[in-house]
């Protein structure tokens, strides 16, 4: 089964230059950076779930002219032959917030101590650096005359998944799942009143996914709602993604078409 079938798309704006102008730890495993300058102001905003590659300094030397305007599968090739030296590291995050009028754009990052690249480099708060952004467009696609929504994602899905509660029309019904490290770690949510959202702090060394994929499982939409069209988003660790949508179209039969699902990262 493939990890995911989120759709790609190139805005014209292509490479698009900023830096950090401003940096907050807002809970136990979350750093905001919000994102100004260069060309911020030309952003394609989709809201919902929009994402975007992000390349990320790794030294004073680090370069942004040589990347492509494209990360398709030319513009990463290009990327592959840069210097190691002055190459920065590149990651795909969602839009936290983006606010036109100030033009201004926040990106959360996940912390878990030292693992990785981009959450230690979040961590260290830093103001001024240097970034550059892709579009690649918005992986959720609501079904066509569908009311009703799931949603399930842990902390790597949160962006996305509050964003598409942000974003879905007034009369949506359903359940937006959140599973999150810590019962701190919870944000404030814009939703549509007919949407219930969940939020699952899982116990201290369990499998992360797990949790929201079990709630997943054990739901049952209301009798007066059963029959009615779903839209279902399933994001965050690959066993959470494919286990989800391995559930809802073989014991639920929902469409594969009816379900956007990507594995954002895979425990190893």
């Not at 790609?8 to 292509?14: C, F, K, L, M, Y």
């Not at 030397?61 to 599968?73: C, I, N, P, Q, V």
């Not at 878990?112 to 240097?130: D, E, F, K, Y």
């Amino acid at each position: 089964m493939p990890s995911s079938n989120i759709a790609v798309s190139h805005a014209d704006t292509g490479l698009v230059t900023a830096e950090v102008l401003r940096a907050e730890q807002i809970s136990p495993h979350f750093v905001r950076l919000t994102l100004g300058g260069g060309r911020i102001a030309e952003w394609r905003d989709l809201g919902f779930d929009q994402w975007f590659r992000l390349a990320l300094p790794v030294s004073d030397d680090t370069r942004f002219d040589k990347l492509s305007e494209r990360f398709d599968m030319r513009g990463y090739l290009r990327y592959l032959t840069l210097p190691k030296a002055t190459r920065p590291v590149i990651r795909n995050y969602t839009v936290r917030e983006y606010r036109s009028e100030a033009g201004e754009l926040d990106v959360d990052f996940v912390v878990h101590g030292t693992a990785g690249v981009a959450g230690p480099w979040a961590a260290s708060l830093p103001l001024a650096a240097p970034v550059a952004l892709i579009d690649q467009g918005c992986g959720y696609r609501p079904v066509e005359g569908a009311r009703r929504v799931l949603l399930a994602g842990d902390e790597s899905a949160l962006p996305a998944v509050i964003g598409i509660l942000r974003d879905l029309p007034a009369d949506s019904t359903g359940l937006a799942i959140i599973e999150i490290p810590d019962e701190a770690d919870r944000q404030d949510v814009v939703a549509p009143g007919g949407v219930e959202v969940r939020w699952i702090a899982r116990d201290a060394g369990a499998r992360p996914g797990a949790a929201a994929l079990e709630e997943l499982r054990a739901h049952e939409p209301a009798p007066e709602l059963a029959d009615e069209p779903l839209s279902a988003f399933i994001a965050g660790e690959q066993q959470l993604a494919s286990g989800g949508r391995r559930h809802l179209v073989n014991e639920l039969g929902v469409p594969k078409t009816a379900i956007d699902f990507t594995g954002y990262w895979r425990i190893r």
